[in-house]
């Protein structure tokens, strides 16, 4: 019980009393007064209790109502706009009439007589400028087609742009392949291409590889893999660097080998990956594109992606023997050559795969060098870069810049030739699965489909209509069992 001013907290009978009340008498006379302090008290607190009470209810009315207005605003049912190909499989011959659908919904129900933009391009000329459809349509019961027709092998795309009443801009983009098997390189493959690479390699065997290996332990490893930190040496600056991962107790000539390489940027190599390999019973490493070292903090990683590494794709572009992808593409080879030394490998398969600039990788390390059997290569970078000259885009990273005349600055476009993955594509008899995103801006699909036209091993293509850059789940699914399958198929030959 709190105590009232002047009130001592004790307690006569039920009653409190005052702090000087000392004899029964003046006990006996005061409790009169004190029940009328009492009673005004209570009656004081009451009032304020109601007045509480009062604000609280209407506080909780203007919740509810909040809740109520947010609850009504949660089940407006949102615009949702669309755009797909009337083919499934958005793949057309050249010349054939192709239709992209647009619908626009609120809910689930059609949205009439609103007004929606569109434009069409070939990722490299955009509406009119390269006299393709663009405008604005009234959607209607029915989706609206806008209907465009491939000139060439090659894909277009339609972009549509709706404004809500709110004034939200949704946006959405389909894309369409036309004769895309018949995409040919931009450029025929430079003369003394294997002459030159035949050089690198040469001088890449006369150093020994010295491999330094460091036992890195990591987090739910297991105790059926080991892992190591791996720095090999290579020609050049960088030393191959990465996280090699195998299965303990294997038998010599027992274990195929798979190597996994990074897209774009500067990060450490993934142990993660490598450990994945060799829980799949393989000799399995994880490079990372740089040559850089393993395992430090983020703040050194993005040091050399603002300093040193900063727009690394285009250093040295002038010369085929200054060239950054030079370095890159020899530290694959020399990554075979470590997987190959080792007493387990089965002496039969090397499997590499990639993403983006990996994917890129994986076709160069294909064309390279022979003891691969199997490249599996998503939304690959660094190819057809001399799309421009073929008029069309040039793929990631668009690594031949236009000169004064708006031509290919011609000294960027002659070593290109000599680090263009399609090139490379030429000369590889491994097994290939790709993948390509019809609405891919960073690798264009006519870039990717440059190359998996030109291998010359069994090969396979998965062909996204709806994808852009990615490498969702289901591909890397797809990547893994075609990996597995390859091992199962080979292994089992004598």
Partial sequence: MGTVAGVRAGTCGSRVLPDDCNSEHDKHCTIGNY??????????????????????????????????????????????LKIVTDRKDAIYQTDADAKF?????????VVANAAVKYVVDDFLKSGAAGDFPAGTVMTGGEPVAITVKGKQPGFLQCHVTFETPEGKKLQAVAGAGFSPDKIVPSLPVPDDFDQFWAEQK????????????????????????????????CLGDAPVSGYFARPKNAKPKSLPAILWVHGAGVRSSLAGTAIQGAKQGMLSMDINAHGIPNGKPNEFYQELTNGRLKGYPS??????????????????????????????????IVAVVGHSQGGGQALAAGGLDSRVTLIASGVPAICDHSGRAAGRVNGWPKLVPDAADGKPEPKALEASRYVDAVNFATRCKAEAIMSVGFIDGVCPPSSCYAAFNVLRGPKEMINEPLMGHAAPQHIQAAFNAKVLDHVKRHSAQK
């Fill in 315 to 348: 250093a040295g572009r002038d010369s085929r023997d200054t060239i950054y992808f030079k370095g890159m593409f020899l530290r694959l080879v020399r990554a075979i050559d470590f997987l190959t030394s080792q007493p387990e490998w089965d002496g039969k």
């Fill in 35 to 80: 029940r009328d302090l009492l009673q005004a008290n209570i009656f004081r607190r009451t009032t304020m209790l109601r007045h509480s009470l009062r604000r609280l209810r209407n506080v909780t009315c203007v919740l509810v109502l909040l809740s109520a207005s947010e609850q009504a605003h949660a089940a407006d049912p949102a615009y949702q």
């Fill in 202 to 233: 040469s001088q890449l065997a006369a150093i020994p590889l010295e491999p330094q290996l460091t036992p890195a332990s990591q987090p739910n490893m297991g105790d059926d893999v080991e892992c190591f930190d791996a720095q090999i040496k």
């Fill in 101 to 109: 659908l647009i619908t626009l919904n609120k809910g689930d129900e």
